[in-house]
């Protein structure tokens, strides 16, 4: 990938070293992709503005395009006609060179690379299991009242009745 100087006014160009066998690439193995086309309309490609590049894109967002677009080959205007019809008209022989192009393209990795993965580079700090945390403790219950009966409760009122039992004191 190169940054134009005035980028990110200008898309990056993109390129693979070694040409792929698909619709989408052409011989020289630049790509043709619409989010690195130059921003605006443009009548004669079909592709609306909002296809296009634009300053709000991100280097992620280019990289994810290129993913699916390697997947999910756009045949109806292709790059590679020769890649496009022999997708279309003979998938099998279109994987097979496709497998080649790959197993060739293993010859460029360099000598104890390592593939990075999308899992966080951080260290995820141990939790420590304290089962202790969740055991009953006798030292909560005074502050709890530590009973399940209101009969062991110290009220300041000796009154125990409801307010229909004092009504009927206070007539008797």
């Not at 967002?61 to 020769?82: F, G, H, K, Q, T």
């Not at 496709?98 to 360099?110: A, G, L, T």
């Not at 951080?122 to 420590?128: L, S």
């Not at 006798?138 to 000796?158: I, Y």
Request: glycine fraction near 4%.
């Amino acid at each position: 990938m190169k940054f134009p100087k005035n980028y990110p006014f200008s898309p990056p160009e993109f390129a693979f070293r070694r040409p792929l066998y698909h619709p989408n690439i052409y011989p020289d193995g630049k790509l043709c992709i619409s989010i690195l086309h130059a921003p605006g309309e443009d009548e004669m490609s079909g592709e609306l503005a909002s296809e296009r590049w634009s300053p709000a894109q991100r280097v992620e967002s280019v990289l994810i395009s290129i993913l699916s677009l390697l997947d999910d080959a756009e045949v109806s205007s292709p790059a590679n006609v020769d890649a496009g019809v022999t997708l279309r008209k003979e998938p099998e022989e279109y994987k097979s060179r496709v497998r080649k192009d790959v197993e060739m393209s293993k010859q460029d990795i360099p000598e104890g690379f390592v593939m990075p993965t999308h899992q966080p580079a951080t260290v995820k700090p141990v939790e420590k299991d304290d089962s202790d945390f969740w055991a009953e403790s006798d030292a909560d219950d005074d502050v709890f009242g530590g009973s399940d009966s209101d009969e062991d409760m110290d009220f300041d009122d000796q009154d125990t009745g409801s307010d229909e039992e004092e009504e009927e004191k206070k007539r008797s």
